[in-house]
Nanobody, 127 residues
Framework: QVQLVESGGGSVQAGGSLRLSCATS????????MGWFRQAPGQEREAVAH????????RYADSVKGRFTISQDNAQNTVYLQMNSLKPEDTAMYYC????????????????????WGQGTQVTVSS
């Protein structure tokens, strides 16, 4: 099992940037794939990006491609989501999650594959 704690959310104006962090602890085996997700009120949870072990197999949702960057530190204890050129439609609660299965090769790994989740951090983008 993996424990996950997100931070870095906040309120910004459109065009601004934020960097989210996800501090992890617990089983390394259970972190074969790390993902970022978001959920706006009344909407389904959306997969934003994933990253595999050692920074491999990075994928992004089309809605964030070219604006968001997922990364992890060398010790693989923290996963980041750099968000640039933010838009009002990026407003949501952002979650990180860990999966013991490898990331999907094609497309972004969906929420159902992930076993462990953080509590979320709110991102609000104003126009």
């Amino acid at each position: 099992q993996v424990q996950l704690v997100e931070s870095g959310g906040g309120s910004v104006q459109a065009g601004g940037s934020l960097r989210l962090s996800c501090a992890t602890s617990g089983s390394t085996y259970s972190r074969a794939c790390m993902g970022w997700f978001r959920q706006a009120p009344g909407q389904e949870r959306e997969a934003v990006a994933h990253i595999g072990t050692g920074g491999s197999r990075i994928r992004y949702a089309d809605s964030v491609k070219g604006r968001f960057t997922i990364s992890q530190d060398n010790a693989q204890n923290t996963v980041y989501l750099q968000m640039n050129s933010l838009k009002p439609e990026d407003t949501a609660m952002y979650y990180c999650a860990a999966s013991s299965s490898v990331c999907w090769y094609s497309g972004v790994t969906p929420p159902a594959q992930y076993e462990d989740w953080g509590q979320g951090t709110q991102v609000t983008v104003s126009s």
